[in-house]
């Protein structure tokens, strides 16, 4: 079993839909969690972090970490096409910023 | 502007001949990465650096060579490169002991191994 699952995709939804990703995770340690946006040409641009398990809301986007499910899931509201792009989830179990475990992405395409 | 400037962001080369990616950052951060990204495998880490002259292996450290003389730049070296390692390759950096954020990413370099 892979650390990090996320299923690829593609995804593709109308404008305006709500977009949920996920990701699934083995290691029980992992306590920093990370949403990454890559858009076609460029590096990956953090999005969301949060630290254990909880909820964090920023703007449209809401972050939800289940750590006694091992999932995490980023929710996109009122969803644009600027929005299309890969999404990559990202692990850690040390700190937010080294020993990361990516997740392979989700690409995402919002049509208007 | 805090960023990650990767040089080149695109590159053709052949097999054998020696080549570096320069990474610089101006956010004073401690620790910096190594990524090679490749379809259907995602983010893979090379090699990485806590501080100055601490270098150590990633996941897949084979053919690449990285230095850490300056606290800014880390670059990465392909002394035989073959083409295997045509991929995009990511450099990243953060600041995880002070501040313990997230990794920021430069846009990318492109290599081409014929």
């Known amino acids: 079993q892979k650390e990090v699952e996320q299923d690829p995709g593609p995804l593709s939804v109308p404008e305006g839909a709500i977009v949920s990703l996920n990701c699934t995770y083995s290691n029980s340690a992992f306590q920093y969690f990370m949403w990454y946006r890559q858009y076609s040409r460029k590096g990956p641009e953090l999005l969301m972090y949060t630290y254990s398990s909880g909820n964090k809301e920023d703007g449209r986007f809401t972050a939800q970490v289940d750590k006694s499910s091992k999932y995490i899931s980023l929710f996109i509201r009122d969803s644009q096409p600027s929005d299309s792009a890969t999404y990559l989830c990202a692990m850690s179990a040390v700190q937010a910023g080294t020993a990361l475990i990516f997740g392979k992405g989700t690409t995402l395409s919002v049509s208007s | 502007e805090a960023q990650v400037t990767q040089n080149p962001r695109y590159l053709i080369t052949v097999t054998g001949k020696k080549l570096t990616v320069t990474c610089s950052q101006n956010m004073n951060h401690e620790y910096m990465s190594w990524y090679r990204q490749d379809p259907g495998l995602g983010l893979r880490q090379i090699y990485y650096s806590m501080n100055v002259e601490v270098t150590d292996k990633g996941d897949v450290p084979e053919g690449y060579k990285v230095s850490r003389k300056e606290k800014r730049n880390f670059p990465l070296i392909l002394e035989s490169p073959s083409p295997n390692q045509t991929s995009l390759y990511f450099c990243?950096?953060?600041?995880?002991?002070?501040?313990?954020?997230?990794?920021?990413f430069g846009d990318g370099t492109r290599l081409s191994i014929l």
């Open positions: 990243a950096s953060s600041s995880p002991w002070e501040s313990n954020q997230p990794q920021h």
